[in-house]
């Protein structure tokens, strides 16, 4: 859906107060890659055609806030035409939370692995990357909340036809707020029994 709402964005058409709304949900959960969108929401800022609603207006001032660029949002929501002690209120409101991070270190068979998928979800994929060559992940820019951590690794290296997989060291939960904004996993080591 993203995809299609920078294609619309690109292509001239102005974006209805609709796909702004669902660019703010789709951009709410997107972790790894939020530099990227914002980035994309800041490109449609500049672009007059967003002023044509104050639905629109309203959404795109929700993004930012999203974002925890409350400067960026009030500007939106003066758009509107919010009333000066709505926007003190805004003002007064905690910033949410968008900074978070987990990291770790992926062995399979005590041995380092490059190019594990490594991901965390809440329900569904949120953040997703690849251990480095030392077998290294680090997962940011992720909003508060409780995540699950998922690995998978190539047919190469951990055969279908596997009689036993043992992980250690593996959380049942991972837990990111502003009291604990970084998880560092240490080493997660995956046996593998043939």
Known sequence: MVEWLYKVAKS???LSPFAVQHLRGTLQELTSKSPQW??????????????FDLGACMQMG?????????????????????????????????????????EGKILINDKTVPGIKVGVHKGIVRAST????????RLEHLIEGEYRLAIMADEKLIPSDVKKIKVI?????????????AVD?????????K
């Open 12 to 14: 001239g058409s102005p």
């Open 38 to 51: 914002l980035k994309f929401l800041d490109d449609i800022a500049k672009d007059e055609r967003s002023y």
């Open 62 to 102: 929700n993004a930012y806030w999203s974002f925890a660029r409350r400067e960026d949002a009030l500007d939106w929501y003066k758009k509107v035409g919010l009333s000066q002690q709505r926007l003190e209120e805004i003002e007064l409101k905690p910033l949410p939370f968008v900074n978070g991070s987990i």
């Open 130 to 137: 690849e251990t480095d060559s030392e077998g290294v992940f």
């Open 169 to 181: 060291n593996v959380p049942d939960k991972i837990t990111l707020d502003a009291q604990n904004p």
């Open 185 to 193: 996993l240490g080493e997660i080591n995956i046996i593998v029994n």
